[in-house]
């Protein structure tokens, strides 16, 4: 019978080798577990942008912020000059994002005013709210923001002053038509095209977000009047504040499209008299004599803050939710079709 070999300490000699591969297999399991256990409570070396938003109603979950507050300043200056600070206020409201938008109340603000907000917010801003009618002071805008994570945040815009704007309304012989010598000659049964524009006043915007046209005629003297833009328009609802300036005239109302500065707002009016009537022979007892003539208004479209919906809204026309003008609306622009 053969004897085991030992060593000199009765040792076998591969024994040192099965120690080491049980050393490596205790520290791979040791590993393997450790992995385990991390991959459970994640292993936090990602972070997820603070702007991330999530789709569901968990989103302040789903994002990791370093800013509890953040400073937000809201400002605005002249469009075309960034170096002038507009006066008047600025309304805003500061929304959560969390599946569904719970804001808080209005607020209102001076120009260069602050206030605080948290990552992730959505603040809607309704710039160069409070301004009264004038040429000094400026138009609405309406921007919204999503707050970043970050110490300061700027919330900024750029408005356009409230102007001046011409309208021009020319006859079939293209003299300027006015209440001096230029009229527009019509009879029972014309439908003359008439060339017309609106102009803006250099570095203004009183129309940079489009508004109405409203033409007030005679129905006995004309069956229609109809109003195109060069570049677009369409028939739209007359305001429940405007009305006709007497029994047995009607309104129709036009869209007029946005420009500004000195730009033109250019189209044709077309005419289409009643085939019996002639319009000059119909006068008004509010307005005797004056039957035939066709009454213009341009009104602009306006951004505020509708009260029954918590939403900032173009108010089309000027008109607010309850069919009246808005307050402190910009200034509109009349004229007169002189027939004879």
């Known amino acids: 019978m053969k004897n085991n070999h030992f060593d000199k300490k009765g040792v076998f000699p591969g024994s040192g080798l099965l120690v080491g591969v049980f050393a490596i297999v205790g520290i791979v399991a040791v590993v393997w577990f450790l992995a385990g256990a991390m991959g459970d409570k994640g292993s936090g070396l990602s972070v ?7 789709s569901g109603n968990n989103a302040a979950a789903d994002k990791l912020t370093f800013t509890e507050d953040v400073t937000i300043t809201i400002s605005a200056t002249d469009v075309y000059d960034s170096s002038v600070g507009i006066g008047g206020t600025h309304q805003y409201q500061i929304c959560d994002v969390n599946g569904e938008e719970i804001c808080s109340t209005l607020k209102t603000v001076s120009n260069g005013g602050t206030d605080t907000a948290s990552p992730g917010n959505v603040v809607k801003v309704l710039f160069g709210f409070g301004n009264a009618t004038g040429t000094s002071i400026y138009l609405n805008d309406y921007k919204t923001f ?11 815009s750029s408005l ?21 010598s230029e009229n527009e000659t019509i009879a029972a049964g014309d439908t003359p095209s008439l060339s017309f524009d609106l102009q803006g006043q250099f570095e203004r ?10 033409v007030d005629y005679n129905t006995t003297g004309y069956d229609d009047v109809v109003v195109v833009f060069d570049k677009g328009t369409s028939k739209i609802g007359t305001p429940t504040y405007f009305t006709s300036r007497a029994s047995g005239f009607q309104v129709k109302t036009y869209s007029i499209p946005p420009f ?16 019996t009537n002639d319009p000059t022979d119909d006068g008004t007892a509010a ?13 602009p479209n306006e951004w505020r803050q509708n009260p029954d919906t918590d939403e900032f809204e173009l108010f089309v026309c000027g008109e607010d939710q309850d069919g009246n003008r808005v307050a402190n609306a910009i200034s509109s622009v009349r004229d007169t079709i002189q027939v004879d």
Request: hydrophobic residues 35%; contains cysteine.
């Open 205 to 214: 915007g009183q129309f940079a977000y489009g508004g109405c046209m409203m």
């Open 287 to 299: 307005y005797p004599g004056a039957g035939g003539d066709i009454l213009i208004e341009y009104i």
């Open 48 to 54: 997820a942008p603070a702007s991330a938003v999530s």
């Open 146 to 156: 999503i707050i970043k994570d970050q110490g300061t945040q700027q919330l900024k």
């Open 260 to 275: 500004k500065s000195n730009e033109k707002a250019a189209g044709t009016i077309t005419i289409d008299a009643d085939n």
């Open 160 to 180: 356009y002053r409230n102007g001046t704007v011409t309208s021009r309304i020319f006859n079939e012989e293209g003299n300027l038509i006015d209440d001096v």
